[in-house]
């Protein structure tokens, strides 16, 4: 499409962090915010200046002004608001996970196909500054063969709104599993039955959950496991990637890590919140061989006016509504990604058939630790 993008943003908790992104994008207007509590939708929509207001998301989709919406409600909401809005001509960003079943994410892909829209799962690790930077040493050679990918998220979701308790660990692993995909999406073998031989998809996952939450929090999803711990295999390339997650009842800081073991150079992010990550040089004398590295910013890439936002706390005029962490620097990233992708200036990364298959890692993941880690094939989303 041509001209500005007119943006809707539906959910104004992480969703709110995105709204000063799009007012300084030179491609975007900031056009509409949506979210069901009148109160806090004014309160949001007055401090950005944001006049178009919807609490009803029908009614949202429904006004021919809004090109694209951005979703960040809640996990069950994902997957219906993302299939009404594609159905409803708008092209849609949404927060992590797609959804929560192969069959919802079967209807997110269907219903972009048939839309011909932009779809773009808007998962912030594939876009932070520690990706970016193990993705670069990868292209130049620097880590060179990669021979082992390896994610955890660890998160405690005590007190956390109420889809959250009790929610099964891999249900939202993205976080871990897009970048051990993402990184080997230029190296894997084309074949003839994979329509676009650049992406790396999974193929089978085999998972154990480990120990047992409390039993109130089992009840809603009949997830009983504290931890739940996966590999899974690529196709098209004989890597092996190992991810972790948990959710209730583990002692651990919040981490999301990534590490790439290559033949000459691994990269491991991260042990301790805030620390830098390391290399470790094959070849070195033994106490030489890790190094702490300083990870550079990547706001080059980005459009001048939206590169400010790659900074952890980044509008102080509105720090009341901004939960401020910035994931890496990676929410200009992915805004600017989104609208080039909206105008066909590049594909959306990732997009539909990618986004379903990074979630549904988790999900087949979470079936496999439930059959005892019997072996998961991944659905075909081509
Ligand atoms: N790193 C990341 O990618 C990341 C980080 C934080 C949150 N998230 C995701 O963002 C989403 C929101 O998280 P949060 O912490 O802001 O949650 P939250 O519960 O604080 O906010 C949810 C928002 O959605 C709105 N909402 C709910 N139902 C709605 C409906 N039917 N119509 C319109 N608006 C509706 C609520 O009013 C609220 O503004 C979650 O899915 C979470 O997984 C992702």
């Known amino acids: 499409m041509a001209g500005k993008v007119r943006v809707a943003i539906v959910g104004l908790g992480f969703g709110a ?41 029908d009614e949202l989709i429904r006004d021919p002004n809004v090109d694209a919406v951005h979703i960040n409600s809640p996990i069950p909401d994902h997957a219906w608001m993302s299939v009404k809005a594609l159905q409803a001509g708008k092209h849609v960003a949404c927060t992590v996970p797609m959804g929560t079943s192969v069959e919802e994410c079967r209807q997110i892909v269907g219903a ?8 773009m ?39 956390w709104p109420d889809y959250w308790p009790g929610l099964p660990p891999m249900w939202y692993a993205t976080h871990c599993v897009s970048p051990c995909l993402a990184i080997l999406s230029d190296a894997v073998a084309a074949t003839p039955a994979s329509p676009k031989p650049n992406i790396a998809l999974a193929e089978s996952v085999v998972c154990h959950g480990s120990g047992r ?27 092996i990637a190992e991810v972790t ?43 030489q061989i890790p190094k702490r590295v300083k990870v550079p910013d990547f706001a080059a890439l980005l459009p001048e006016p939206i590169r400010k936002f790659t900074g952890a706390i980044h509008d102080a005029t509105h720090l009341s509504f901004l939960q401020g962490a910035g994931h890496g620097g990676s929410h200009p990233h992915l805004a600017h990604h989104f609208l080039m992708a909206v105008q066909g200036k590049q594909p959306a990364f990732p997009d539909a058939g990618t986004s379903a298959n990074w979630t549904c890692v ?3 993941a979470h079936e496999s630790a439930m059959k ?3 072996r998961v094939d991944l659905p075909s989303f081509a």
């Open 362 to 364: 988790g999900i087949c």
């Open 121 to 159: 799962m808007m998962e912030t690790v594939v876009y932070s500054r520690e990706y970016l930077f193990a993705r670069d040493l990868y292209d130049r050679g620097t880590l060179g063969r990669i021979q082992f990918l390896r994610g955890s998220h660890q998160q405690d979701m005590d007190g």
């Open 213 to 239: 939450i409390r039993e109130e929090l089992i009840k809603k999803y009949n997830s009983p496991f504290a931890v739940e711990t996966a590999t899974f295999k690529i196709k098209g390339s004989d890597v």
């Open 112 to 119: 972009q196909k048939k839309s011909g829209k932009t779809y």
């Open 245 to 287: 997650r948990s959710l209730f009842d583990t002692a651990r800081q919040y981490r999301e890590s990534f590490d790439v073991t290559g033949s000459k150079v691994s990269f491991e992010w991260q042990q301790v919140e805030g620390e830098d990550p390391v290399l470790h040089t094959r070849g070195l004398p033994e106490p």
């Open 17 to 57: 962090e995105f709204i000063p992104i799009y007012q300084a994008h030179p491609d975007a207007e900031m056009y509409a915010i949506c979210q069901r509590n009148e109160a806090n939708l004014k309160k949001v929509g007055d401090s950005f200046g944001v006049a178009r207001r919807y609490t009803n998301y």
């Open 372 to 374: 005892g880690g019997a």
